[in-house]
């Protein structure tokens, strides 16, 4: 008997083990009572142990499955307890220890019934499925991601079994035939039907060599739809053999009528430019309305001239002719008379040139002649008065008589002694000139004064490398209020960084860069880097407003507000009132209702205003009146010579009581000495600046000066 006990404790033991090692969770229900026991295993696969789920019930256990599993597993239970199946099945969601919820597949079935027949006990089992729920999910939205990607692309796919001659198509294989599976009954024979002669002979060679000789194939062909419809196709066939049979062919069907329809045109549009570059080529060179050569014969002839000259030290001169009025007589008797009245200046021009010479249109009402071998530049005179006579004369095309006139500009090879391109530039740029001077006329290119452009382009274009490279920085003068020796703010003042010639004061590029586009690139560049000083200095705990001077260009661009609008809104930490704008008073400010506009557009964004060297300028009474500015800065050469002349004393005593009725404050620059302190303060002048306070520093002093002044504030001389 102890053999038999000892041999049922270990099948018992072999068992358990067996369970728990396949982590299948094995549970009884006393369904009358609705407690619950289970096996270890079953614990586990909600992440608890035993003794966690100790005194599990049924209906704490059915609390812990998903909600919409839940009626699920309530619905088969009652089926299963009517009679309706055999055995309670179901997948459902349990909750986790973690929090999460995995998937377990659910087996039970009734094992005892009570003396009524109900059932009693329930016994079953629990499996972990939740790897393969997702394997399973995955396969889903594979395959929906791969129809939807045959859908979009129009592309299907096919295979053969040769064995069966069984032909399976993809969805978008019906959809490309314009049929459906349960519409269309797919075969071979079926299949070709479809293709147009020449095409259905090239598929057919190209399945017979793949079935008996395990070639391949990769077409372009034409079928027509089960609807009739006609379409280009891509076919492609792959074969796999086993023991060098070919037992299975599979590939895809691709709808391609749109990319042959567009290659197609190309093909026409091809031909079509075959053809006119050939008629381009006949006529490359001269000018169809004139038979004059055009700009691209025009830079060759210039090139042998100046060879020809350099040779025989003598002069070539570049002339270039403009129609004056030629537009209006063109937009009031139209094209055809304009183009017989070009057609008649260019004879009479070339008519007055010599041998030689030569005239070609290069664009509109626009000639070009090259007029060389001159001994000296003034023999061209007598030429040039013959050509304005001959365009000025009164000329008849068509029945009316037609009045206009030329305006020519002329430059001079070798003293202009540039490429050919741009002495026709500068032939152009005199033109405009005798144009400028009141037309039927003719001017000589400058070409000294051009040479003062070309040098200020050169500074334009060297300062615009030194904005790109990094080469400009911002120094800062502090600002402060004498009467509580507060500093309360700072101007900054920009400087380059020369590679070559050290630090520049901007004297020494501002005014290249004045009215030109430059400047709002670099007033762009102040700001922003203004900004990322405030930033940093307010990260450190120093709460310092930064004032920018602003050009009038920047100030009156069309997008000044909605671009400093994105700038401060990368530094959402900055008070109102941190950023100042100081715009100069001879500033060249047109539209002082624009103006005044968007001042009050940049005060909505907590920008404040000044009006910098005031009363330098002739406007002072109309901007104060006109302009929602706060501060009026004096400027230095009236408090620099404030000690000693008593004119720039009644000035500044001017100015304060201005501010007064403006109800503004007033800044004073140029404070060198204690006694321009002192003197400021008796006319109630309290917030300055100057070398007498501190002179411009790079950033980095700037807070070891704060220091200092904090300590021991004082106002010292110059020479600090």
């Known amino acids: ?75 088969i239970l009652s089926q299963y307890f009517n ?29 005892e019934r009570d003396e009524d027949g109900k059932p009693k006990r329930m016994i079953g089992s629990h499996r972990d499925i939740t790897e393969r729920k997702k394997n ?116 895809v069907l691709q709808n391609i009528s749109d990319r042959k329809v567009n290659q197609r045109k190309l093909e026409k549009t091809n031909i079509d430019l075959k053809d006119a570059n050939s008629a381009l080529k006949i006529s490359a060179h001269y000018d169809p309305l004139t038979g004059l050569p055009n700009r691209s014969l025009l830079t060759g002839i210039i090139d042998k001239a100046l060879l020809k000259a350099s040779s025989n030290k003598n002069y070539v001169a570049v002339v270039f002719i403009d129609v004056d009025g030629f537009k209006k007589i063109n937009d009031v008797h139209g094209q055809n008379i304009g183009d017989e009245l070009l057609k008649k200046i260019a004879s009479r021009l070339k008519r007055e040139l010599r041998k030689g010479d030569t005239l070609s249109r290069i664009a509109g009402d626009e000639f070009v002649a090259v007029i060389d071998e001159l001994s000296d530049p003034s023999e061209i005179d007598f030429i040039l008065s013959r050509m304005l006579k001959s365009v000025s004369a009164t000329l008849v095309i068509q029945k009316k008589l037609l009045k206009v006139s030329a305006s020519i500009g002329v430059t001079f090879y070798p003293l202009d002694n540039v490429s050919p391109d741009q002495l026709i530039r500068h032939a152009d740029h005199a033109m405009y000139t005798a144009k400028q001077k009141g037309r039927n006329r003719k001017h000589f290119f400058d070409i000294e004064k051009d040479e003062a452009v070309k040098h200020h382009n050169e500074k334009l274009l060297r300062i615009g490398q030194a904005l790109e490279n990094d080469e400009f920085l911002l120094y800062y003068q502090p600002k402060v209020d004498l009467r509580t020796d507060e500093v309360v703010g700072v101007e900054a003042l920009i400087r380059w960084q020369h590679p070559d010639r050290g630090l520049l004061e901007p004297a020494e590029f501002l005014p290249v860069i004045e009215n030109h586009i430059l400047g709002v690139e670099i007033g762009r560049w102040v700001i922003n880097t203004a900004l990322q000083q405030l930033q940093c200095w307010l990260s450190l705990g120093y709460d310092l407003p930064i004032s920018v001077n602003i050009s009038s260009l920047h100030f009156q661009h069309t997008d000044f507000v909605s671009e400093l609008k994105k700038m401060l809104e990368q530094y959402p930490n900055l008070k109102k009132g941190s950023l100042e704008f100081e715009i100069l008073e001879t500033s060249e400010l047109k539209d002082i209702e624009l103006i005044s506009s968007v001042i009050g557009d940049c005060n909505q964004l907590g920008v404040l205003f000044s009006i910098d060297d005031f009363g330098t300028g002739y406007s002072s009474l109309t901007y104060l009146k006109s302009l929602p500015v706060n501060f009026l800065k004096i400027d230095q050469s009236f408090v620099i010579n404030m000690l000693t002349c008593s004119d720039d004393k009644a000035i500044i005593q001017g100015i304060i009581e201005l501010a007064k009725v403006f109800n503004l404050k007033v800044i004073a620059e140029g404070v060198e000495t204690p006694e321009h302190a002192e003197l400021l303060l008796s006319l109630g002048s309290y917030i300055v600046q100057g070398y007498g306070i501190a002179h411009p520093m790079p950033a980095r002093n700037i807070l070891t000066w704060l220091t200092t002044w904090k300590n021991k504030p004082c106002i010292i001389d110059a020479s600090n």
């Open 136 to 251: 399973e999910e995955q396969i889903v939205i594979t395959s929906q991601l791969l129809k939807e990607s045959e859908q979009v692309g129009k592309l299907g796919g096919w295979k053969l079994d040769l064995k069966t001659d069984d032909l399976f198509w993809t969805d978008e294989t019906y959809r490309i035939h314009e049929t459906s599976s349960e519409e269309f009954n797919p075969t071979v024979d079926a299949g070709i039907d479809h293709y147009l002669p020449e095409s259905k002979a090239i598929l057919i060679e190209a399945l017979h060599n793949a079935i008996h000789h395990g070639v391949g194939y990769d077409l372009e062909l034409e079928f027509y739809t089960t609807k009739g419809n006609k379409i280009d196709v891509r076919t492609t066939c792959s074969v796999t053999s086993e023991q060098g049979i070919p037992v299975q062919l599979t590939g």
């Open 83 to 111: 009679g309706d199946i055999d055995y309670f099945e179901c997948e459902a969601r349990l909750k986790h220890k973690s929090g999460h919820y995995i998937w377990v597949n659910i087996l039970g079935k009734i094992v």
């Open 1 to 75: 008997m102890d053999d038999i006990n000892n041999l049922v404790v270990g099948y018992n033991h072999n068992f358990n083990n067996f369970l728990s090692a396949t982590g299948i969770g094995i549970w009884n229900w006393n369904i009358q009572t609705g407690s619950l026991t289970f096996n270890e295993s079953w614990a586990k696969i909600t992440g608890h142990t035993n003794k966690e789920l100790k005194s599990t019930s049924m209906s704490r256990w059915s609390t812990s499955m998903h909600s919409d599993d839940s009626i699920k597993a309530q619905d």
